[in-house]
């Protein structure tokens, strides 16, 4: 759903719900709407369409909307002190017209019409359809055809032809018409919306109440000073109402205090209700899982209950989960995936715009439902490694072939559409990818049962429809308010008393986690993205950024049966930051069982990680990390100050550098280098003197647990973190990011390329002017000329380069 920054107020509204209170403003949604067609026989209505009309038609007919609004969430007692009207227009052929509201005088009613088509032609009225004579059809009519109505009204608007824009009536007469129904529910029959009847072709259509986007809907905001003695009152299901200490308790719910509201300190659901969910197994058309195999994974649009106490959530997924199977593979044994984008909207056509609100600002976003998959920790060819401008559209599909040619390791699948990654993962888009190998497989960790990967993301959902709210325009950071593992809100876990083997991916776009257990038992982390370390690591907490993996064992073997044990966060958001700040501290919860469980020790040594040596480096690139201010977004965030379309990077194939990220700003950032496993060389601080950047103080070692190989690199504030790696295997286009999907998608992203050493000037063809530039280079003593990069310019460097480029490469 696309949006324009135009609209900002709309915009930061519609994230609000029924009911929901803000100290003294509500935004509430329709409890009713219609249309009265211009009929006199029958009559006409569309009590369950998609939208409403107001105005006159080319043939003459007329259109009036009627609409209501449940005004129950605000306390009796209380002073209305503004009001306003908000609705989209989605249809016209005419251009500036009045609008404008009129207070009705009598109840009417939605039956079960539905038009077909535009819907400006109405359908046959249903029991309970108000329609142009009727209030309740078939049995109660309007005193006067057309409606019972004030003829004065109560604000007008002049409506454009600006489909898709929010057009909105306030004013003093409407504050009037609010306090009388708050004072008197029985009185509230809503407004009509009459258009210019006195000319043809001058109907505007609005979207409904019905709208199959609930962002398109409309919504009133009323500002009110509450009744003294009022507040926020929970009840079981998770829902608030503003009401009285007296009623909250006499309906069963537990009042908050006085002058407290819904919107700040919204109840909460209640956590440990729901089981932790095993994340299936992917099912390959051919072959099995975890041999040589082939996949379709459809991504779908459906729902999923995310919460015991919440309505369906709208939900995208790989093979119609949040999140998606678990694809299983084998070192050497390739797997084919074809990703079929099969996003369909509540009709069940295949979606032509985006389930969330689309901001522009970000380099490619696009209101239209693309996507494209990644494997996070794939060492994959460019042509598979889900490279952000290669989107598909719904009905379309791509096939990819992982090679595997990697030892066993945690990687993760998800969206990495251009400028809307972070729209597509937050509807749901991310599985595990687990790659197996027989030096991993001959060790005695737990597994099976007692091996579970688990996905902790956060969200912030709507109590009242249990939709996933997330901001229309585009912000440097998300932080949801709710913590869900495998797709669940706060779940539990039955544990037997053993070691249990968890591979823990932080899923979340902004939040940095920090976990430990609530009795304070160390945790043992035995791998990280890339696999095993030399060793296990016990430690008090393990921190995590987004993008990141980590292979943990926590032992549950001397705990009594009934012991609950729960997973916690200290993160502070952002990170690092102010302890206890924005901080959601439950993840989930363990309950022991009496089960004997996986009891045999870990073994001491896991598997050998032949270090990097930083010595063997052809080249040292510094990148530095800062924040921008931004004409269209108010910031950007940007990598040595440039974009996604300039490419500076250009290591050849079986080459080793390091690279250094220099963070200028106040958080952390997960950097992220596609196709490359590293290492992490040091950190060390740095001042910044005459615009240059200076390190002092010793380089700082790496954690043990961060000594193994990693795709996503944690990058202090104020310091220069260096990682190694090596560019090996495959050619082409590959991009490295902030994984913090906000920051990429505008636009801490960017790419480098692999070349062949025989394609010595980068012009992707090796031909007889690759071996003039690199004689050139020799005899001229450029630094370029020493090609087998062992420190001189030889004979030696001439024999290498001629056997790269008489062998291809």
């Known amino acids: 759903m696309l949006k324009t920054r135009t609209l900002s107020l709309v915009l930061l509204l519609v994230m609000a719900c029924v009911g929901r209170v803000q100290a003294d403003q509500v935004l509430v949604y329709p409890a009713a709407d219609n249309t009265l067609y211009q009929s006199f026989n029958r009559g006409l209505s569309n009590g369950e369409g998609s939208y409403v009309f107001a105005g006159k038609t080319a043939s003459g007919q007329i259109r009036r909307a009627l609409v209501r609004f449940d005004l129950t969430g605000i306390p009796a007692g209380s002073t209305i002190t503004g009001v306003s009207l908000h609705m989209r227009l989605s249809r016209t052929i005419s251009g500036n017209q009045p609008v404008s509201l009129h207070r009705v005088h009598q109840a009417w009613g939605e039956g079960a019409s539905n038009a077909s088509g535009q819907e400006g032609m109405g359908a046959p009225s249903e029991p309970g359809d108000a329609t142009w004579l009727h209030t309740f059809y078939p049995d109660s009519q309007w005193l006067t055809a057309g409606g019972d109505f004030d003829p004065t009204p109560s604000a007008t608007t002049t409506v454009s032809n600006q489909t898709g ?51 398109y809907r409309p919504y009133l905001v009323v500002d009110f000073i509450p009744a003294v003695g009022t507040g926020a009152c929970c009840y079981g299901d998770g829902t608030c109402m503003i009401t009285t200490e007296a009623d909250c308790f006499a309906s069963g719910g537990q009042y908050q205090g006085d002058n407290t509201d819904c919107i700040d300190a919204p109840c909460p659901l209640t956590p440990f209700v729901d089981p932790l969910p095993r994340l299936a197994v992917a099912q390959p058309v051919i072959g099995e899982p975890g041999g040589e195999a082939t996949y379709d994974i459809s991504i779908q649009q459906t729902t999923q209950q995310l919460h015991r106490d919440l309505p369906p959530t709208t939900i995208w997924g790989y093979g119609g989960s949040f999140p998606g199977p678990t694809i299983e593979a084998t070192t050497g044994l390739p797997v084919t995936v074809r990703w079929i984008n099969d996003l369909r909207d509540e009709n069940g056509q295949l979606r032509t715009d985006h389930y969330l609100s689309v901001d522009l600002c970000p380099n490619g976003a696009t209101d239209e439902p693309r996507t494209v998959t990644h494997l996070q920790g794939g060492h994959v060819p460019a042509e598979v490694d889900g490279y952000p401008e290669d989107t598909y559209l719904p009905g379309e599909f791509v096939e990819y072939v992982y090679p595997n040619n990697q030892q066993a390791a945690t990687l993760w699948y998800h969206d990495h559409a251009m400028g809307i990654t972070r729209l597509n993962v937050s509807m749901g888009l991310a599985g ?122 926590i032992d549950f073997a001397s705990y009594a049966p009934g012991t609950e044990i729960i997973l916690t966060n200290s993160a502070p958001a952002p990170f690092p930051g102010d302890p206890g700040v924005g901080v959601v501290p439950d993840v989930m919860q363990f309950i022991v069982t009496a089960n004997p469980g996986h009891t045999n020790p870990l073994p001491t040594t896991l598997r050998e990680v032949p270090p990097l040596d930083p010595a063997d480096a052809v080249v040292v690139r510094p990148f530095e990390l800062q924040q921008f201010t931004d004409p269209c977004a108010g910031s950007i965030w940007l990598i040595n100050g440039l974009g996604w379309e300039t490419i500076t990077e250009s290591p050849d194939l079986g080459t080793i550098e390091v690279w250094e990220f220099i963070n200028r700003s106040a958080i952390s950032h997960p950097m992220h280098i596609h196709m490359v496993m590293s290492q992490v060389v040091n950190r060390q601080a740095y001042e910044v003197i005459d615009g240059e950047i200076v390190p002092i103080g010793d380089p700082i070692l790496p954690l043990p647990e961060e000594q193994g190989w990693q795709d996503t690199i944690q990058c202090p504030p104020g310091q220069i973190t260096r990682v190694i790696q090596k560019f090996e295997n495959y050619t082409g286009k590959f991009p490295y990011h902030s994984n913090t999907l906000e920051l990429e998608d505008h636009e801490m992203m960017r790419q480098f390329k692999i070349y062949c050493p025989a394609d010595f000037n980068k012009d992707d063809t090796i031909n007889t002017i690759d071996v003039l530039t690199f004689l050139n280079a020799w005899a001229t003593g450029d630094p370029q000329g020493d090609f087998n990069h062992d420190g001189e310019i030889n004979t030696l460097d001439v024999l290498a380069f001629l056997n790269a480029w008489a062998t291809g490469c």
Not at 177 to 195: A, I, P, R
Request: charged residues 20%; negative net charge; aromatic residues 12%.
């Open 165 to 215: 824009s929010f057009f909105s009536w306030t004013s003093p007469d409407m504050i009037v018409d609010v306090q009388v129904w708050v004072d008197d529910l029985f009185s509230n029959h809503g407004w009509l919306l009459m258009g210019n009847e006195a000319n043809n072709t001058t109907a505007k259509r609005f979207d409904s109440k019905d709208n199959f986007n609930q962002n």
């Open 432 to 553: 595990f990818y687990l790659v197996r190998d027989d030096i991993e497989n001959a060790l005695d960790l737990p597994k099976d049962t007692y091996e579970i990967p688990l996905a902790i993301q956060d969200r912030i959902l709507d109590r009242a429809t249990g939709q996933f709210v997330y901001p229309d325009l585009w912000q440097d950071a998300y932080y949801g308010d709710t913590i869900l593992v495998n797709g669940k809100v706060w779940p539990s876990l039955e544990v037997d008393q053993g070691k249990y083997r968890f591979r823990v991916l932080n899923g979340s776009t902004s939040r940095t986690y920090t976990l430990s257990l609530s009795n304070s038992d160390p945790i043992t982390i035995i791998g990280t993205e890339g696999g095993l370390l030399t060793a296990p690591v016990v430690v008090s907490e393990v921190t995590i950024t987004p993008g990141e993996r980590m292979d943990v064992v």
